[in-house]
């Protein structure tokens, strides 16, 4: 890894207090300050594993079905340019013994001209659709869509031309901090329209799924594992639950939409 520039030094001695930040943003009058900032018109969505999901079908549909991987293929495609950060800010700062810590965001869009080159490499679609792939391969769980803080740091704009493909870890991401934000900026990342996520009788009660949810969603309550409203559906628990336990439930036309959604949201073409 190349030397890391000094404004992201900084950035890195501040992630410990991402929780205390979070925190502020339920003051009144600050937290709409910072959501004007720093997450104005976001849209994010959590794509769980592709191994770990069920399609919803019907006997009028054909077998031509998304999967979630494919949401991520679909924007690299349509993208006339692409850009690998040679690191993952949130790992550094954690110093991540889990994942690599060289597994960086992936950028689309006319903004990433004007990503500092020192921060990572423009890259070719096929590159791209590899560097995903590598990334599910290391258990890294994709975030996607419209983030205004990406552009802020990176001086990446206008942020309507700057989509962010985040490769997440349960141990270091960024968005812990999300029950700790105010109702307005917290809705701003979610699950994907429509996703159920079930806890079946298979359930023994272990809690191995609480070690590996990153917003705290589950409890083990009178032995069985319960999911509260704060999944995002990031599908972790489901992909570590060795009872195979915990069902993910995907109607075929959730992952349309919420193409449809974020490309209301930010422009890669």
């Not at 490769?167 to 429509?194: F, Y």
Request: glycine share 6%; net charge positive.
């Amino acid at each position: 890894m190349e030397k890391i520039p000094l404004f992201v030094n900084i950035l890195t001695k501040l992630f410990p207090y991402r929780f205390t930040f979070a925190k502020l943003t339920r003051i009144p009058g600050i937290g709409s300050i910072v959501d004007k900032m720093f997450f104005d018109k976001d849209r994010i969505y959590y794509l769980p594993l592709d191994k770990v999901v069920q399609i919803e079908k019907n006997i009028y549909q054909d077998d031509s079905i998304i999967l979630p991987s494919k949401v991520v293929e679909h924007f690299i495609e349509k993208s006339n340019h692409q850009f690998i950060m040679n690191f993952c800010i949130c790992r550094i700062s954690k110093d991540c013994n889990n994942y690599p810590k060289d597994y960086g965001c992936l950028f689309l869009g006319e903004a990433t001209l004007n990503i500092d080159p020192k921060l990572g490499k423009n890259v070719t679609k096929e590159e791209a659709k590899q560097y995903i792939k590598k990334c599910n391969e290391a258990g890294l769980v994709h975030l996607i869509g419209r983030n205004k803080l990406d552009s802020s740091w990176l001086k990446a704009k206008p942020a309507d031309k700057l989509m962010t493909i985040c490769n997440c870890c349960e141990c270091c991401c960024l968005w812990m901090m999300l029950p700790n934000l105010s109702k307005a900026i917290n809705s701003k990342v979610t699950k994907l329209p429509g996703l159920e996520i079930n806890v079946t009788n298979r359930c023994v009660g272990c809690g191995e799924c609480v070690r590996f949810c990153f917003v705290n969603a589950i409890s083990v309550i009178n032995g069985k594992a319960v999911i509260n409203g704060e999944c995002r559906g990031c599908g972790r628990c489901a992909n570590n639950c060795k009872s195979k336990a915990i069902e993910i439930i995907i109607p075929s036309y959730s992952l349309e939409e919420s193409i449809k959604n974020i490309s209301s949201s930010v422009d890669v073409s």
